[in-house]
């Protein structure tokens, strides 16, 4: 096989056209085509073909996953479903090469998709997965603490209990959970009480009335532990609200 040209992509700089006996073979990354100084007129063999294709099938997944990561910080559990997710849609899957990155409607095809994706990609789920670990676009620990703060200082606060039981949800585990509840105490000491104390608020203006009201009292007592906060902390915010009325 000869190149018989080599142009760059007008829609993406990072690609060029790989024109092979006079037809295009394919897309392939610039920086793959310098690494193996190829240019127009070179021999090349089906091992380099294919590790061009190879290189760019794996550059796509990156970038989508990149993308799906700039949208918020994402568990390690979240870009793996994430990527099995996109596997079962893809009607072309090319494990040798790579994957085409084209879409399906047809039942049937997408259920080859998934069948293929999921029981011979499963390596490439976890070699995406340890690049961006590797290179720290995903780590859980920083998730964590990131996941925390935003719970902790919404318009609608968690406690660290319910806050625990939605990290475990996305696969972080209680090790790392632990450390980012130490990191967040450490920076903002005053983080949960500073929750508690507006999600406490927030019910007493909503139910409009007397807090010394057993009824009342109960029910808000009720809402902030199914919230996640301990009750202990509730029951001190309650009493020392209803003394000052």
């Known amino acids: 096989m000869r190149i018989s040209k080599l142009v760059y992509?007008?829609?993406?700089p990072k690609l060029a056209n790989?024109?092979?006996?006079?037809?295009?073979?394919?897309?392939?990354?610039?920086?793959?085509v310098l690494s193996m100084s190829l240019k127009s007129g070179d021999e090349i063999t089906e091992i380099d073909l294919r590790?061009?294709?190879?290189?760019?099938?794996?550059?796509?997944?990156i970038d989508k996953i990149l993308n799906f990561i700039s949208i918020r910080p994402r568990s390690k559990k979240e870009v793996s479903d994430y990527i099995k997710k996109k596997?079962?849609?893809?009607?072309?899957?090319?494990?040798?090469?790579?994957?085409?990155?084209?879409?399906?409607?047809?039942?049937?095809?997408s259920q080859e998709a998934k069948d293929l994706g999921v029981k011979?990609?499963?390596?490439?789920?976890?070699?995406l997965?340890?690049?961006?670990?590797?290179?720290?676009?995903?780590?859980?620990?920083?998730?964590?603490i990131w996941f925390t703060k935003q719970r902790l200082t919404s318009g609608n606060p968690k406690g660290l209990n319910y806050i625990k039981s939605e990290l475990f949800s996305k696969g972080v585990d209680k090790n790392d959970i632990e450390l980012a509840f130490e990191k967040v105490k450490e920076e903002f000491p005053e983080y949960e009480e500073s929750a508690l104390n507006k999600a406490f608020l927030k019910q007493v203006?909503?139910?409009?009335?007397?807090?010394t009201d057993k009824n009342v009292k109960n029910k808000i007592i009720a809402y902030l532990v199914s919230?996640?906060?301990r009750y202990s902390d509730i029951k001190l915010k309650v009493d020392e609200y209803a003394e000052q009325i």
């Open 129 to 144: 997965l340890s690049f961006l670990s590797e290179r720290g676009y995903i780590n859980n620990i920083d998730f964590a």
């Open 227 to 229: 919230k996640g906060f």
């Open 51 to 61: 590790a061009l294709k190879s290189e760019v099938g794996w550059q796509k997944w």
């Open 87 to 109: 596997l079962f849609k893809y009607k072309i899957l090319d494990i040798d090469t790579g994957l085409e990155f084209t879409d399906s409607d047809n039942k049937t095809e």
């Open 120 to 127: 011979n990609n499963d390596d490439l789920v976890q070699s």
């Open 18 to 32: 790989l024109f092979i006996d006079g037809k295009f073979e394919a897309s392939v990354l610039v920086d793959s």
């Open 9 to 12: 992509s007008k829609r993406n």
């Open 205 to 211: 203006k909503k139910n409009k009335t007397e807090i």
